[in-house]
C-alpha cells in the first residue's frame, strides 16, 4: 500500500514477531517527513521487510498497529473487524433479549488499538482514545450502521475527555448518526437502567461489572448492604433483585446518586429497603457502626491514571480496605475493585492483604475478579488486563 513509511532500529521488531500492538518512540530509527498525527503508516523491519500497518501518533506509542499484514485500512477493514467483534459478542451470549448493554469492541483486545464501542440498546457510544481512530469515525460509524443494521439507530461518538491533548483536534460530543427521539434506556440480564452518555463518565455507565454484578446478587439474600462509590447503582440495583435486607448507595457526585435512585426505581419502584447518601466515601465509612454492614462493595474510580502516581494509589487502596475490614460485620463479604490499567494484580492484591493484616481479622478468598468476556485481553497485550476484583470472607 502507499502509506508513508517507518523504519524501525535492528532488532526492534521481535515484539511486533509476538504481535505486540505498539511501536514506542524508542524503537523507531527513521520515518518519512510531513508525517501527519493519525494517518496510518507502513512499518518495516532494519531489513526492509514489512511488518506492520497502524496509525502513527505523536506520543511514546508511536504506532498502534491494525494490522500484522500488508493491506488498505478502508470501509472494508472496518466492517470486517466490526463483524468480528460482533459475532464474538453474539457467540458469548451477551447479546439477547434480556441484554442489550454490552462492549462491542474494545480496543487492543479486539485488535483495534485507540478505539472503544459500547452498546446500549439501539445505541452505539463510540470513543477514540488516539487520532487515528477519530479521523477515521465516520468510516467506523457507517461500517457499524452496516454491521448492526436494524438494531442500531444512534451512534453517539464521545472523545472530548480522550483527546484533550491534542492541539490539531476538535473532538467534539455529538450524533454521528441518529439522535432524534432517542431512548437512553438498556437492558442488563434482566434489569433496566438508563445510560447518560451524554454527560455521564466514560460512555455512560460500566458495563465491565455486569458478571460481578451476578455475582453479588447470588451473595446478597437477607445482608444489609453497602455500595461504595455507586456511580449509577449497578451493583445496587443487583443487591436488591438478590433479596437484600437493605441497600445503601454512597457516591461523592450528586448527580450519580441521582441516576442510582433513578434506576433502582427503574426496577423497584416504592421499595423502602434502598437509601442513597451524596457523601466523600472514606467520611461515610470512618461515620458508620461496627457491624452495620455485612455485605461491602469498594469500587473505586481510578486511584492511578499514570505510572507516577501508582505509591499514592496503593496507599488509598489499603486505607479504604482497611476502613471496610475495620467496620464490616463478622461473616460479612467484602467485594473490592481497582480498575487502574498500572496497578497489577499482584500490587493490588498487596495492598488489600496488607489492609486485612492490619484488622487483624481472618480473612479468606471467595473469589478472584477480572473484567467480561465482551472485553477481551488480546493475549499478546497483557496490559489490556485492567479490572481486578476480589470477594472476601471476614470472620
Given at each position: 500500500?502507499?502509506?508513508?513509511?517507518?523504519?524501525?532500529?535492528?532488532?526492534?521488531?521481535?515484539?511486533?514477531?509476538?504481535?505486540?500492538?505498539?511501536?514506542?518512540?524508542?524503537?523507531?530509527?527513521?520515518?518519512?517527513?510531513?508525517?501527519?498525527?493519525?494517518?496510518?503508516?507502513?512499518?518495516?523491519?532494519?531489513?526492509?521487510?514489512?511488518?506492520?500497518?497502524?496509525?502513527?501518533?505523536?506520543?511514546?506509542?508511536?504506532?498502534?498497529?491494525?494490522?500484522?499484514?500488508?493491506?488498505?485500512?478502508?470501509?472494508?477493514?472496518?466492517?470486517?473487524?466490526?463483524?468480528i467483534a460482533f459475532n464474538l459478542r453474539k457467540s458469548i451470549g451477551v447479546v439477547s433479549d434480556s441484554n442489550n448493554?454490552?462492549?462491542?469492541?474494545?480496543?487492543?483486545?479486539?485488535?483495534?488499538?485507540?478505539?472503544?464501542?459500547?452498546?446500549?440498546?439501539?445505541?452505539?457510544?463510540?470513543?477514540?482514545?488516539?487520532?487515528?481512530?477519530?479521523?477515521?469515525?465516520?468510516?467506523?460509524?457507517?461500517?457499524?450502521?452496516?454491521?448492526?443494521?436494524?438494531?442500531?439507530?444512534?451512534?453517539?461518538?464521545?472523545?472530548?475527555?480522550?483527546?484533550?491533548?491534542?492541539?490539531?483536534?476538535?473532538?467534539?460530543?455529538?450524533?454521528?448518526?441518529?439522535?432524534?427521539?432517542?431512548?437512553?434506556?438498556?437492558?442488563?440480564?434482566?434489569?433496566?437502567?438508563?445510560?447518560?452518555?451524554?454527560?455521564?463518565?466514560?460512555?455512560?455507565?460500566?458495563?465491565?461489572?455486569?458478571?460481578?454484578?451476578?455475582?453479588?446478587?447470588?451473595?446478597?439474600?437477607?445482608?444489609?448492604?453497602?455500595?461504595?462509590?455507586?456511580?449509577?447503582?449497578?451493583?445496587?440495583?443487583?443487591?436488591?433483585?438478590?433479596?437484600?435486607?437493605?441497600?445503601?448507595?454512597?457516591?461523592?457526585?450528586?448527580?450519580?446518586?441521582?441516576?442510582?435512585?433513578?434506576?433502582?426505581?427503574?426496577?423497584?419502584?416504592?421499595?423502602?429497603?434502598?437509601?442513597?447518601?451524596?457523601?466523600?466515601?472514606?467520611?461515610?465509612?470512618?461515620?458508620?457502626?461496627?457491624?452495620?454492614?455485612?455485605?461491602?462493595?469498594?469500587?473505586?474510580?481510578?486511584?492511578?491514571?499514570?505510572?507516577?502516581?501508582?505509591?499514592?494509589?496503593?496507599?488509598?487502596?489499603?486505607?479504604?480496605?482497611?476502613?471496610?475490614?475495620?467496620?464490616?460485620?463478622?461473616?460479612?463479604?467484602?467485594?473490592?475493585?481497582?480498575?487502574?490499567?498500572?496497578?497489577?494484580?499482584?500490587?493490588?492484591?498487596?495492598?488489600?492483604?496488607?489492609?486485612?493484616?492490619?484488622?487483624?481479622?481472618?480473612?479468606?478468598?471467595?473469589?478472584?475478579?477480572?473484567?467480561?468476556?465482551?472485553?477481551?485481553?488480546?493475549?499478546?497485550?497483557?496490559?489490556?488486563?485492567?479490572?481486578?476484583?476480589?470477594?472476601?470472607?471476614?470472620?
Open positions: 500500500m502507499s502509506y508513508k513509511k517507518i523504519t524501525l532500529k535492528p532488532k526492534k521488531e521481535e515484539s511486533l514477531r509476538r504481535f505486540h500492538p505498539w511501536i514506542f518512540s524508542g524503537a523507531v530509527a527513521q520515518k518519512d517527513s510531513n508525517l501527519i498525527e493519525g494517518e496510518v503508516v507502513n512499518v518495516y523491519t532494519s531489513n526492509n521487510d514489512f511488518i506492520a500497518v497502524g496509525h502513527f501518533q505523536i506520543d511514546s506509542i508511536e504506532v498502534r498497529v491494525l494490522s500484522f499484514e500488508e493491506r488498505k485500512i478502508d470501509s472494508a477493514f472496518w466492517k470486517e473487524k466490526l463483524e448493554a454490552y462492549r462491542l469492541v474494545h480496543g487492543e483486545g479486539d485488535n483495534l488499538p485507540g478505539l472503544v464501542i459500547d452498546i446500549y440498546g439501539n445505541t452505539a457510544v463510540m470513543q477514540s482514545h488516539s487520532v487515528g481512530m477519530h479521523d477515521s469515525r465516520k468510516e467506523i460509524s457507517n461500517a457499524l450502521i452496516e454491521v448492526l443494521g436494524d438494531r442500531l439507530k444512534n451512534v453517539y461518538y464521545k472523545s472530548e475527555t480522550t483527546l484533550l491533548n491534542k492541539p490539531n483536534v476538535i473532538p467534539e460530543n455529538d450524533y454521528l448518526f441518529g439522535g432524534k427521539n432517542v431512548d437512553n434506556f438498556a437492558l442488563e440480564n434482566g434489569l433496566k437502567f438508563q445510560a447518560d452518555w451524554v454527560k455521564g463518565q466514560k460512555t455512560g455507565f460500566f458495563v465491565d461489572q455486569r458478571d460481578n454484578r451476578s455475582l453479588l446478587e447470588k451473595y446478597s439474600k437477607d445482608r444489609s448492604v453497602l455500595n461504595m462509590f455507586c456511580y449509577t447503582g449497578g451493583f445496587s440495583f443487583y443487591a436488591m433483585r438478590g433479596k437484600a435486607k437493605s441497600v445503601h448507595s454512597v457516591d461523592s457526585s450528586a448527580k450519580a446518586i441521582m441516576f442510582t435512585q433513578n434506576n433502582v426505581e427503574l426496577n423497584f419502584p416504592d421499595d423502602s429497603r434502598h437509601t442513597a447518601f451524596a457523601e466523600d466515601a472514606f467520611k461515610y465509612l470512618a461515620k458508620i457502626e461496627k457491624g452495620e454492614y455485612d455485605l461491602i462493595i469498594l469500587d473505586p474510580p481510578a486511584f492511578a491514571k499514570h505510572r507516577g502516581a501508582i505509591r499514592n494509589a496503593l496507599q488509598g487502596y489499603k486505607k479504604l480496605n482497611a476502613n471496610a475490614f475495620e467496620k464490616i460485620a463478622p461473616g460479612g463479604i467484602l467485594f473490592t475493585f481497582s480498575c487502574s490499567q498500572v496497578v497489577s494484580k499482584e500490587a493490588f492484591r498487596l495492598a488489600v492483604f496488607s489492609a486485612a493484616a492490619q484488622s487483624g481479622r481472618s480473612v479468606k478468598i471467595l473469589h478472584q475478579l477480572t473484567q467480561p468476556a465482551d472485553h477481551p485481553i488480546n493475549i499478546y497485550h497483557p496490559e489490556g488486563e485492567y479490572l481486578k476484583g476480589l470477594v472476601l470472607y471476614v470472620e
